[in-house]
């Protein structure tokens, strides 16, 4: 098992910043490749970021490439996503979730999630 806690969450102005983190417990954080998911109210969930094990590539969902930035440090078993140029559709909870293999755009590929940790950016 892998437990999976998000940070960082919080209401901000369109054109701001914040800094989500993901904090794993469990198994060898190193084992897994990571990846940030969103929802919106009535919206299915949507894939935003991805980083392999050793954090050497990443990948990012369309509407978040060139703003956001997904990194980890496998030393204190944490993921990131900093999150610029904020718009008010990128509302939404953020999910980190972990995966041993598979796709990594898809969402069913992943093992383990988080509980999720709510942004707001307003207009």
């Known amino acids: 098992q892998v437990q999976l806690i998000e940070s960082g969450g919080g209401l901000v102005q369109a054109g701001g910043s914040l800094r989500l983190s993901c904090a794993a417990s469990?198994?060898?954080?190193?084992?897994?490749?990571m990846g940030w998911f969103r929802q919106a109210p009535v919206k299915e969930r949507e894939f935003v970021a991805h980083v392999t094990r050793s954090g050497g590539n990443t990948g990012y969902g369309d509407s978040v490439k060139g703003r956001f930035t997904i990194s980890r440090d496998n030393a204190k078993n944490t993921v990131y996503l900093q999150m610029n140029s904020l718009k008010p559709e990128d509302t939404a909870v953020y999910y980190c979730?972990?995966?041993?293999?598979?796709?990594?755009?898809?969402?069913?590929?992943?093992?383990?999630w988080g509980r999720g940790t709510q942004v707001t950016v307003s207009s």
């Open positions: 979730a972990a995966q041993s293999k598979g796709p990594w755009v898809d969402s069913r590929s992943y093992d383990y």
């Open positions: 469990g198994r060898t954080f190193s084992n897994y490749a």
